[in-house]
């Protein structure tokens, strides 16, 4: 049996038929023979100034003549507006609908650079490079966090959005548009990407077409798990740091991505060697029926529905009372196609700690409005337990929250948020008249949040619905597989595994994925048929995808290993 180890801040896997690249001299003494047209795409928010001095010294010392050519001189004067979200009323000073721009209609016509002379090189480069029609594609990447990182500190060059080559950052331009935008285009252009470059260190990293597809055909069909990092926020903790071992960027650990999409990386490359960072998002678009399975994939196109995330309060505080859109105004106002149910299960919890959920029974909708527009136009305290229920956080425990039900984790807390994938939108109605770091309150949308609150579910229906009780599905020698929390109204639900030390429970993921993460003991083995094994410790969450199939889980060390399990349902 593999002994128990650690969490692992930098997990990573082998890539196939190729290796990865560090610096640039490999990609450019690779670059065919003959004049060629070069084309450097990716995200606005890079230092593409750097970039394409790097590429073009590179191709230089290789003995060849380089001319450069940045398409976001050639963006048309209206390129801002045309990938612009669809207009929102002009009183919305938090949120926008996901722009359905294209990155084409950033030109009123793609330059068509021509062949250079002999051997020399055309580099194209920027945002949209790839629609020039060159003779070779690299994209070159820089994670996300990196760029929320960047544009919320007001940093530059790396600061800029798209159509604002130069300008200030700006976070709703990034989230809003360029992602939705540049995501897009990035995955259309994914299958046909010649090289595949990591710039998040100063020595970029890269990895050619074909290794990057078979490493992704191969990955997509195994489990695997995603590089992980941890946010800083007012409300944060210290539990990641004491616990994990991560070093907080701005004092604690609030918020750990574990799961999330739309932001996720899964690192490729030997562990002492360079690694680069490919999106969890392109086995989705490459592969969206090994990963999603055939079910999923019908109801969720390409967009992986369910992320898992740690919030962290453990000597910190609480959360803000918020809620999420309801369906119907997800679709209708925001423009995402399903909306944002959560679940919090308790994985480690302070004495006296608790999770705010639900109504009370007594709760007044329209008191509550007049208290939340009293703070925040006089920082008056908000009786928030008058109107929303306190429960006891006890570890174990899972609490459901659906799209519209007012919730916050307490201070005290370390939850795991299982939860749907769309993350952009809490309404928030309270943040306890906190502050951030630049002495600002936070922005309380209570607009959104009280055209969404669910006055319906309240008093003894929130715990009967909300606070479940276990309930065994199957069970066997030494293990048995609980339905945790479960409702109608929610995609997907949440299962609990509970295994004995030295025990095996056989599982399946019968055509659609599984996420699982170890909430107690010290970890576990999981196996396919395939004869694939991955280990996986305390806290850590690993992707199960639909092409496994049959696969066993087994306990490692001496003690009862529980792991939290979800899955989309039939609907």
Same mark, same amino acid.
């Given at each position: 049996?593999?002994?128990?180890?650690?969490?692992?801040?930098?997990?990573?896997?082998?890539?196939?038929?190729?290796?990865?690249?560090?610096?640039?001299?490999?990609?450019?003494?690779?670059?065919?023979?003959?004049?060629?047209?070069?084309?450097?795409?990716?995200?606005?928010?890079?230092?593409?100034?750097?970039?394409?001095?790097?590429?073009?010294?590179?191709?230089?010392?290789?003995?060849?003549?380089?001319?450069?050519?940045?398409?976001?001189?050639?963006?048309?004067?209206?390129?801002?507006?045309?990938?612009?979200?669809?207009?929102?009323?002009?009183?919305?000073?938090?949120?926008?609908?996901?722009?359905?721009?294209?990155?084409?209609?950033?030109?009123?016509?793609?330059?068509?650079?021509?062949?250079?002379?002999?051997?020399?090189?055309?580099?194209?480069?920027?945002?949209?490079?790839?629609?020039?029609?060159?003779?070779?594609?690299?994209?070159?990447?820089?994670?996300?966090?990196?760029?929320?990182?960047?544009?919320?500190?007001?940093?530059?060059?790396?600061?800029?959005?798209?159509?604002?080559?130069?300008?200030?950052?700006?976070?709703?331009?990034?989230?809003?548009?360029?992602?939705?935008?540049?995501?897009?285009?990035?995955?259309?252009?994914?299958?046909?990407?010649?090289?595949?470059?990591?710039?998040?260190?100063?020595?970029?990293?890269?990895?050619?077409?074909?290794?990057?597809?078979?490493?992704?055909?191969?990955?997509?069909?195994?489990?695997?798990?995603?590089?992980?990092?941890?946010?800083?926020?007012?409300?944060?903790?210290?539990?990641?740091?004491?616990?994990?071992?991560?070093?907080?960027?701005?004092?604690?650990?609030?918020?750990?991505?574990?799961?999330?999409?739309?932001?996720?990386?899964?690192?490729?490359?030997?562990?002492?060697?360079?690694?680069?960072?490919?999106?969890?998002?392109?086995?989705?678009?490459?592969?969206?029926?090994?990963?999603?399975?055939?079910?999923?994939?019908?109801?969720? #196109?390409?967009? %992986?529905? =369910?992320?898992?995330?740690?919030?962290?309060?453990? $000597?910190? !505080? /609480? +959360?803000? &009372?918020?809620?999420?859109?309801?369906?119907?105004?997800?679709?209708?106002?925001?423009?995402?196609?399903?909306?944002?149910?959560?679940?919090?299960?308790?994985?480690?919890?302070?004495?006296?700690?608790?999770?705010?959920?639900?109504?009370?029974?007594?709760?007044?909708?329209?008191?509550?409005?007049?208290?939340?527009?009293?703070?925040?136009?006089?920082?008056?305290?908000?009786?928030?337990?008058?109107?929303?229920?306190?429960?006891?956080?006890?570890? #174990?425990?899972? %609490?459901? =929250?659906?799209?519209?039900?007012?919730?916050?984790? $307490?201070? !005290? /807390? +370390?939850? &795991?948020?299982?939860?749907?994938?769309?993350?952009?939108?809490?309404?928030?109605?309270?943040?306890?008249?906190?502050?951030?770091?630049?002495?600002?309150?936070?922005?309380?949308?209570?607009?959104?949040?009280?055209?969404?609150?669910?006055?319906?579910?309240?008093?003894?229906?929130?715990?009967?619905?909300?606070?479940?009780?276990?309930?065994?599905?199957?069970?066997?020698?030494?293990?048995?597989?609980?339905?945790?929390?479960?409702?109608?109204?929610?995609?997907?639900?949440?299962?609990?595994?509970?295994?004995?030390?030295?025990?095996?429970?056989?599982?399946?993921?019968?055509?659609?994925?599984?996420?699982?993460?170890?909430?107690?003991?010290?970890?576990?083995?999981?196996?396919?048929?395939?004869?694939?094994?991955?280990?996986?410790?305390?806290?850590?969450?690993?992707?199960?995808?639909?092409?496994?199939?049959?696969?066993?889980?087994?306990?490692?060390?001496?003690?009862?290993?529980?792991?939290?399990?979800?899955?989309?349902?039939?609907?």
């Amino acid at each position: 049996m593999p002994a128990s180890r650690s969490y692992d801040p930098l997990p990573s896997y082998r890539p196939v038929a190729g290796e990865v690249a560090g610096g640039w001299s490999v990609p450019a003494a690779d670059l065919p023979l003959g004049p060629l047209v070069l084309a450097v795409d990716g995200p606005a928010a890079l230092d593409w100034t750097a970039l394409a001095d790097g590429v073009a010294d590179a191709v230089r010392s290789a003995g060849r003549d380089v001319a450069l050519l940045d398409v976001r001189d050639h963006y048309a004067a209206a390129a801002d507006e045309r990938v612009a979200t669809a207009p929102v009323p002009a009183d919305d000073p938090f949120f926008t609908p996901l722009s359905r721009g294209e990155v084409a209609d950033l030109f009123d016509a793609v330059p068509r650079p021509g062949r250079p002379g002999r051997d020399g090189v055309t580099v194209v480069f920027g945002p949209g490079a790839a629609l020039c029609g060159p003779d070779v594609l690299w994209y070159a990447d820089l994670p996300k966090r990196y760029a929320e990182a960047a544009v919320a500190k007001g940093e530059l060059p790396i600061g800029a959005n798209l159509g604002r080559p130069g300008e200030p950052g700006d976070l709703v331009r990034l989230f809003y548009t360029d992602w939705p935008v540049l995501d897009r285009h990035r995955d259309a252009i994914a299958g046909r990407v010649d090289r595949w470059i990591d710039v998040q260190d100063a020595r970029p990293a890269s990895l050619d077409g074909a290794a990057l597809r078979g490493t992704l055909a191969h990955l997509a069909r195994g489990p695997v798990r995603t590089r992980p990092y941890f946010n800083s926020t007012p409300w944060g903790g210290q539990w990641a740091a004491s616990e994990l071992g991560f070093t907080p960027r701005a004092g604690n650990t609030a918020l750990g991505y574990e799961l999330i999409a739309p932001e996720a990386g899964v690192l490729v490359g030997e562990k002492d060697g360079p690694r680069v960072e490919l999106p969890f998002q392109l086995l989705c678009v490459l592969h969206p029926r090994e990963m999603l399975g055939e079910d999923a994939h019908r109801r969720f #196109g390409t967009s %992986f529905p =369910i992320r898992f995330d740690y919030l962290d309060t453990v $000597g910190g !505080g /609480n +959360l803000s &009372l918020h809620l999420h859109p309801r369906e119907q105004y997800m679709r209708e106002v925001f423009g995402w196609p399903y909306t944002q149910h959560e679940t919090y299960y308790v994985t480690a919890a302070e004495d006296g700690a608790r999770v705010l959920l639900g109504l009370t029974e007594q709760a007044d909708v329209e008191t509550l409005r007049s208290q939340v527009e009293d703070s925040i136009a006089h920082g008056t305290p908000v009786p928030v337990e008058d109107h929303v229920q306190s429960h006891p956080a006890t570890v #174990g425990q899972l %609490f459901m =929250i659906p799209a519209g039900t007012p919730h916050a984790s $307490g201070a !005290g /807390n +370390l939850v &795991l948020e299982v939860s749907a994938t769309p993350y952009l939108y809490s309404l928030r109605l309270y943040d306890w008249l906190r502050k951030d770091a630049r002495g600002a309150s936070r922005p309380l949308p209570h607009r959104h949040g009280f055209a969404n609150l669910d006055t319906g579910r309240r008093g003894a229906d929130v715990v009967k619905d909300l606070v479940q009780r276990p309930r065994t599905l199957r069970a066997g020698e030494g293990w048995r597989e609980e339905v945790v929390g479960a409702l109608p109204e929610m995609f997907y639900a949440v299962h609990r595994l509970v295994v004995a030390p030295d025990a095996e429970i056989p599982d399946d993921t019968a055509g659609r994925f599984h996420i699982l993460n170890v909430a107690a003991g010290e970890g576990a083995v999981i196996e396919t048929d395939d004869g694939r094994t991955h280990t996986l410790a305390f806290a850590e969450t690993l992707t199960v995808p639909a092409a496994v199939g049959a696969y066993r889980v087994r306990a490692v060390g001496g003690e009862e290993v529980r792991i939290v399990k979800a899955l989309v349902v039939e609907p």
